[in-house]
Structures are given as structure tokens and as C-alpha cells.
């Protein structure tokens, strides 16, 4: 990054967002759960309340949150569209997975393996798809989930 300020943001971020990863173990067992669940105040939030649209961000936050938490707990039904046996039914799931984050999705997120950096939004994967060309769309779930942890960090934490 070039612009410093940016960098020390991203940075801060990183501190921020890197225990929601450490569910996982290191050898392999892990998973995530619905307490790793967080809301994440954007920019829009805030000019929701500054113009008073005080509804809109109480139905969004809950919205946003119970989303979030659909898309912590273990489930993987979605997987069940993506490896449906009529071709319509699987094309309409993975439609739909480039507009809303759906479990496995944001599972591969929480992973070790090459989608690690992908779908980072847990509401609307048209930011992943659209704005960052991070969504990635798997039919199986993830083999091994957890932040692999430095040697310090193990003895840390």
C-alpha cells in the first residue's frame, strides 16, 4: 500500500479480525460457532443515524447480525443446493451466492485452505464478487478450519 494511513488501518483490522480465526486448532479439529459472531458498523450506519433514519439501522443491524450468526453456526445446507441433482436448482443457488453469503461460503473464510482471504463479507457476497474479486464458491466444505498460528502466538494465547 501506498498511502501510509491506509496501511496502519488495514493493520489495525488485522489485529481486530484475527482472533474471530483462531477457533481452530492446530491439528485440524476445529470449527466455527455462532459466538465468533460480530457486528461490523460501516460508514452506512453511521450516516443512517446522523440522518435520523433510526429504523433502518435498527432492522439493519438485527438483519445484518442474525445473518452473520446463520453464517457462524455449523450449518451447510446450502451445499445441499450446490450439489443438488437438477441443474436449475444448482444454478439458482449459485446465483444467489454471488448476492447473499451463505454458510459454506463464509466457512471456506474461516479456513485454511486457498479461500482463506476470500469472502470476507458475511451478509452480501456482491461486495466480494463486485468490489474486492474475493468470492469464492465451493461445493464441499472446508477440510481444516483455524488461523495457523505462529509459534509465539501458540504460547500466548
Same mark, same amino acid.
Given at each position: 500500500?501506498?498511502?501510509?494511513? !491506509? *496501511?496502519?488501518?488495514?493493520? #489495525?483490522?488485522?489485529?481486530?479480525?484475527?482472533?474471530?480465526? @483462531?477457533?481452530?486448532?492446530?491439528? /485440524?479439529?476445529?470449527?466455527?460457532?455462532?459466538?465468533?459472531?460480530?457486528?461490523?458498523?460501516? !460508514? *452506512?450506519?453511521?450516516?443512517? #443515524?446522523?440522518?435520523?433514519?433510526?429504523?433502518?439501522?435498527? @432492522?439493519?443491524?438485527?438483519?445484518? /447480525?442474525?445473518?452473520?450468526?446463520?453464517?457462524?453456526?455449523?450449518?451447510?445446507?446450502?451445499?445441499? *443446493?450446490?450439489?443438488?441433482?437438477?441443474?436449475?436448482?444448482?444454478?439458482?443457488?449459485?446465483?444467489?451466492?454471488?448476492?447473499?453469503?451463505?454458510?459454506?461460503?463464509?466457512?471456506?473464510?474461516?479456513?485454511?485452505?486457498?479461500?482463506?482471504?476470500?469472502?470476507?463479507?458475511?451478509?452480501?457476497?456482491?461486495?466480494?464478487?463486485?468490489?474486492?474479486?474475493?468470492?469464492?464458491?465451493?461445493?464441499?466444505?472446508?477440510?481444516?478450519?483455524?488461523?495457523?498460528?505462529?509459534?509465539?502466538?501458540?504460547?500466548?494465547?
Amino acid at each position: 500500500m501506498t498511502w501510509k494511513p !491506509l *496501511f496502519y488501518l488495514q493493520q #489495525l483490522f488485522k489485529i481486530g479480525h484475527r482472533p474471530h480465526h @483462531f477457533s481452530g486448532t492446530n491439528d /485440524g479439529k476445529g470449527e466455527i460457532s455462532v459466538t465468533q459472531t460480530f457486528v461490523e458498523y460501516s !460508514l *452506512f450506519w453511521f450516516i443512517c #443515524l446522523y440522518l435520523g433514519l433510526t429504523e433502518i439501522f435498527l @432492522f439493519g443491524t438485527a438483519f445484518k /447480525g442474525l445473518w452473520a450468526a446463520h453464517n457462524h453456526v455449523n450449518w451447510n445446507y446450502d451445499l445441499f *443446493f450446490l450439489n443438488h441433482r437438477w441443474v436449475w436448482v444448482r444454478k439458482t443457488i449459485y446465483g444467489l451466492c454471488h448476492v447473499l453469503t451463505f454458510p459454506t461460503q463464509h466457512h471456506h473464510h474461516h479456513a485454511r485452505g486457498k479461500n482463506s482471504a476470500k469472502n470476507m463479507c458475511n451478509l452480501l457476497s456482491i461486495y466480494d464478487w463486485l468490489v474486492s474479486g474475493t468470492l469464492a464458491i465451493e461445493s464441499s466444505r472446508p477440510n481444516q478450519y483455524g488461523w495457523k498460528q505462529s509459534p509465539q502466538e501458540e504460547h500466548n494465547i
